[in-house]
């Protein structure tokens, strides 16, 4: 009973580097979330998607990429980190309707140096 | 602009205790308002979901209120456990613009003997 499973867990990046969160979710849900959350700050949504092969910008887009090839997996990349992406990174996955529950993984964290 | 403001910010209560946490939100349209309990290192887990036309719902100790006139929330936790102690949000789910969810930036409680 996975639910929705981020890896990595823990990364450190060197400023100027790239790399790639994956969020992998078993329940079939048609949506998908990736949100930052920062101390003092309620989690901010980064990027969505509300199906496979679809994504859309969130609140705090810049400096992040997004692909959803299938259903059950939405990645989360970083093309060149920034020390401003220090942040614990949430995905999460819920299925259609309005009043359906929203899934957490257990979080990245990053710190970019 | 959305929003969802919570208070306290922070409180400490002894074991045993009850204690009542706010919400007011500013969202529109409002589709359905929950409250998660966030432990250190984990991600949300969703505690109740109130819709426009519920005032309170329980589950174990935990009453959530609605008033959906003046957009207010509670949540009242009843003799608190040292497993209560966590960050506790509020998160408002509205409809339109791909069903995203703003959330408030947490009470974090922390319960001592």
């Known amino acids: 009973n996975a639910g929705v499973t981020q890896t990595p867990k823990f990364r450190v990046l060197k400023t100027g580097q790239s790399m790639t969160l994956l969020c992998a979710q078993d329940?079939?849900?048609?949506?998908m979330y990736w949100y930052r959350q920062d101390p003092g700050m309620g989690l901010r949504l980064i990027h969505y998607?509300?199906?496979?092969?679809?994504?859309a910008k969130g609140e705090v887009p810049d400096g992040y990429n997004v692909s959803r090839l299938k259903k059950q997996n939405f990645l989360l990349g970083l093309e060149s980190a920034a020390p401003s992406q220090t942040s614990v990174y949430f995905c999460?996955?819920?299925?259609?309707?309005?009043?359906?529950?929203?899934?957490f993984g257990q979080g990245t964290r990053l710190t970019v140096v | 602009k959305n929003q969802v403001e919570q208070s306290p910010q922070s409180l400490i209560i002894l074991e045993g205790k009850n204690c009542t946490l706010q919400?007011?939100?500013?969202?529109?349209?409002?589709?359905?308002l929950r409250w998660y309990k966030q432990d250190t290192g984990r991600g949300p887990v969703s505690l109740t979901i109130?819709?426009?036309?519920?005032n309170t719902k329980s589950n174990g100790r935990y009453t959530a209120t609605l008033d959906a006139d003046t957009k207010q929330s509670s949540l009242h936790i009843t003799a608190s456990q040292l497993s209560d102690s966590a960050s506790y949000i509020c998160?408002?789910?509205?409809?339109?613009?791909?069903?995203?969810?703003?959330f408030g930036t947490g009470t974090q409680l922390k319960v001592e003997l």
């Open positions: 329940m079939n849900h048609e949506y």
């Open positions: 998160v408002v789910y509205y409809t339109g613009g791909g069903n995203k969810l703003t």
């Open positions: 998607s509300v199906g496979e092969g679809t994504t």
């Open positions: 999460a996955s819920r299925d259609t309707g309005g009043n359906t529950e929203a899934f």
């Open positions: 919400c007011n939100y500013t969202v529109s349209p409002f589709s359905n």
């Open positions: 109130m819709t426009f036309s519920e």
